[in-house]
């Protein structure tokens, strides 16, 4: 039932951005404004929760139109992200009060956050929170993460434009790496982002057989690395190629359950911080089977890649925002936005999913999107992730480089 | 002098490919169809000068036309490239005497060696060799490098594209960073090619000043790496900005000479096989400040970057493939095609620097191209990169991925 008019929308990003997210807030925006008579002002969270909870608030509306219009194509979070995890409110309430109040004094009767799993959580514990205070705060969850691990939804914003460059990035190499092999280089190790999801990893898959064999061997965190099976598969590619292009997962652990990379710190959410599987495994590879081997680590180039963006999943971004903006018109609430499947019109249809059933949770690659040999992926994986890559956005260039959207993120002036 | 007709072409792709090296191939392809009458084959070697050495010898004409003409946007060594270096003729002549021996059987009366500066010793001492041995063959040695440390040219095929991919990746990831700040990573640092000359972590300072003061840290082979100033630079980049973006250089040294990176093994050039200075580096700024730091090593994902192409760049690599055959027809050898400035239809004009010029020569950024801190670019630099990197120039996709040329590369039957 729709709610008194005239409130305002809190709208942040939260946890690690992606090349997209700022279409979804393009979105959002796009969708308040042929709605603007239903609400009071669009204000954004500087750097997520966090504008929250340090009263570091942006009016949209103080922005050059321009600028604003230019979120559709550019990467990152331009209004700021954040990790921050709130505490268990039943331990500790300090944090859920503060942005209560901040939401009071401000008129805000719309949350929208947008994040993967953690994020979800924050906005799941702050609906509970605001309904036992009986305070009437529609709250919306909008889907975002390059890891495609949150259930309940056909796939996640940012993933279409990752796996299309993890996908093209994997084509490439396997180009120079086959011009090399016969004098020199003979095995080429990339490692991509993922947890414990093998999504990324997976979306190299869909070139195999295109130009060449590779990736000749994919490495998923679903699947115990197994060195002595590893080594022989990689031998046994030389061997019948020429060469092996390896794409492995930042998250792959031995069968004693620990990561194969080399450093492990932790980050604010305790998840370990990892990086630097590929030169461990390059090592591996050279001591032991004599190869010249070459290895990259995309890391932040592929969260980033913004250049090389999927229509689709540009266009996905964009519509999960929107729909946020009709969900709240609707007075839905205590929900996060779905996706669900294309439609002719190119835009995708969307639906909602309970927060409580995707705050920390993660959906896994599925059995039967992995092969056999437990280094491919299967025809279904394949024709799954080629629905999310279809299709090039490209950002305008001004002299040679992309042209980005530049915002002055100035605050509003705290309310005493 | 026009010598003789109907002489065979051997033409080669020699050393670290690059993303444009096949558009060169495509334009001594369209020179060379454009004056057939000229010419007796264009014979291509399988894999460099190997194909010579094993007598493993492409004819292009049996490849299907519709491949050949995807050369212009297909990155790599489409015929296979090597890393030999041949052996001093004074010290041991035979490779020199199998190769003369296969150019006379084969009717070679055209050499064209596409590649760096160890290439183009190859292509001298053959040159050398055949005028010793009273033998006309003319030897054309065509610019390649995404290093663009050749002397004697305005820049070397296949820098631009690659400078324009570092350009483009350091504002993303910048982007993306300065996203996370506020309570998750402070400092980026992403690893590019160059093992003596700084010119590609140059072109990462082309987007300093674009939406931020990205990349705040550029280190360069040319300077000594100072831990305790680039401490000092990192935190102050931190405080004053909220983050920092460090781009540096593979080949980067400390004051004894040592190279920063922690492996070092050896290619048949005797090179140091270089990688892995970003993750020494982002232990060191965490561990000596405390920051969270995120790291990215390009390797070949710079060096094959083609669906990021330069317009400028594409065009250039193609104007030396053409400018090579011509040079044939003029009765011009034992030179270099130069680039000289770019015309106003678009095109590069083109000239020649005697091959012993450039043979085992590097060209190191000019000092007035470092800023006086030693970790920024000047005007002049910027001006200069900024020539190179100019216009989009997109592959076509299908499915989601570039389409790029698929070659039978079927040799000819060996002549007795």
Redesign the interface.
């Known amino acids: 039932m729709p709610k008194e008019l005239k409130h305002n929308i809190f709208y942040a990003?939260s946890g690690?951005?992606t090349?997209v997210i700022n279409a979804t807030a393009r979105g959002i925006y796009d969708e308040f404004k042929k709605n603007r008579k239903s609400f009071g002002k669009l204000l954004i969270g500087k750097?997520?929760i966090?504008g929250a909870l340090n009263e570091e608030i942006i009016d949209i509306e103080k922005e050059n139109e321009k600028e604003i219009a230019k979120l559709i194509h550019?990467?990152?979070?331009?209004f700021?992200?954040?990790?921050?995890k709130l505490k268990d409110p039943k331990k500790d309430q300090q944090e859920f009060v503060k942005i209560l109040e901040v939401f009071k004094k401000y008129n805000i009767g719309y949350f929208l956050y947008n994040g993967g799993g953690d994020s979800q959580d924050t906005t799941s514990k702050l609906s509970k929170f605001f309904k036992k205070n009986k305070i009437d705060i529609q709250c919306i969850g909008i889907p975002k993460t390059i890891d495609n691990d949150l259930p309940g939804t056909y796939a996640c914003p940012g993933f279409g434009t990752v796996a299309?460059y993890i996908?093209?990035?994997t084509?490439?190499?396997s180009?120079?790496?086959?011009?090399?092999s016969?004098?020199?280089t003979k095995v080429?190790i990339?490692e991509v982002m993922g947890r414990h999801a093998g999504w990324l990893a997976a979306a190299s898959g869909?070139?195999k057989g295109?130009?060449n064999n590779s990736p000749q061997i994919i490495l998923f965190p679903e699947r115990k690395f197994d060195k002595k099976n590893f080594l022989r598969r990689t031998k046994e590619s030389v061997n019948n190629d020429g060469f092996c292009v390896i794409v492995v997962s930042e998250g792959i652990k031995n069968k004693r359950g620990d990561f194969i990379s080399s450093?492990s710190?932790k980050?604010?959410f305790g998840h370990a911080?990892l990086?630097?599987v590929?030169?461990v495994l390059a090592?591996m590879v050279?001591g032991e089977l004599g190869f010249?081997v070459?290895?990259?680590?995309?890391?932040?180039?592929q969260?980033?890649?913004?250049?090389?963006g999927?229509e689709a999943d540009v266009q996905q971004a964009y519509d999960v925002g929107k729909q946020a903006i009709r969900f709240l018109i609707s007075g839905i609430s205590d929900v996060m936005v779905t996706v669900i499947k294309r439609k002719k019109n190119g835009c995708w249809s969307t639906g909602k999913i309970a927060l409580e059933k995707v705050a920390n949770r993660e959906k896994k690659l599925p059995e039967n999107f992995i092969g056999k040999d437990g280094f491919s992926i299967t025809k279904a994986c394949s024709k799954y992730i080629?629905s999310l890559?279809?299709?090039?956005s490209?950002p305008p260039?001004v002299?040679?480089?992309?042209d980005?959207s530049?915002l002055k993120l100035k605050t509003i002036k705290k309310l005493k």
Chains 1, 2 share one sequence.
């Open positions: 990003q690690g951005v090349p750097n997520g966090a550019t990467p990152g979070g331009a700021g992200s954040c990790r921050i299309k996908a093209t990035s084509l490439e190499a180009l120079d790496v086959s011009s090399m016969k004098s020199s080429f990339l869909v070139v295109k130009n450093s710190t980050d604010s911080h990086g630097g590929a030169p090592n050279s010249k070459h290895w990259a680590v995309a890391d932040y180039l969260r980033a890649s913004r250049h090389i999927s080629q890559i279809q299709g090039e490209y260039y002299n040679g480089v992309p980005y530049k």
